[in-house]
């Protein structure tokens, strides 16, 4: 079925930037939803970032939106996400997942993702 690797976590301060990598193999990446998820210790698992197949369409947590951008790129079967002014809050370990159901949007809804990655943290310290 294929497999995400997630990279590009770390340890930064607030107000640092971040870009991290999910690289897909097994299956193009730009033909299913894509989603990028959260999750801090003791906390639910949070849809931060969503893009549609075929890239048209992207959707942020309003905890994010203005800082998190999510894109892909084609050529490298890669998922990004961007992340800048970046909050203590924001510590957690991050999950890149695809929708391979059929489906061409899937927004922010975890349940909608049966294929995950297995994780990059993300420390941002004050």
């Known amino acids: 079925q294929g497999q995400l690797v997630e990279s590009g976590g770390g340890s930064v301060q607030a107000g640092g930037s971040l870009r991290l990598s999910c690289k897909a193999s097994?299956?193009?990446?730009?033909?299913?939803?894509m989603g990028w998820f959260r999750q801090a210790p003791e906390k639910a698992r949070e849809g931060v970032a969503a893009?549609?197949?075929?890239?048209?369409?992207?959707a942020y947590a309003d905890s994010v939106r203005g800082r998190f951008t999510i894109s892909q790129d084609n050529a490298k079967n890669t998922l990004y996400l961007q992340m800048a002014s970046l909050r203590p809050e924001d510590t957690a370990m991050y999950y890149c997942?695809?929708?391979?159901?059929?489906?061409?949007?899937?927004?922010?809804?975890?349940?909608?993702?049966?294929?995950w990655g297995q994780g990059t943290q993300v420390t941002v310290s004050s």
């Open positions: 893009i549609s197949s075929g890239g048209g369409v992207t």
């Open positions: 997942a695809a929708d391979l159901s059929g489906r061409r949007w899937s927004g922010l809804s975890a349940g909608y993702y049966r294929h």
């Open positions: 097994g299956y193009t990446l730009s033909s299913y939803p």
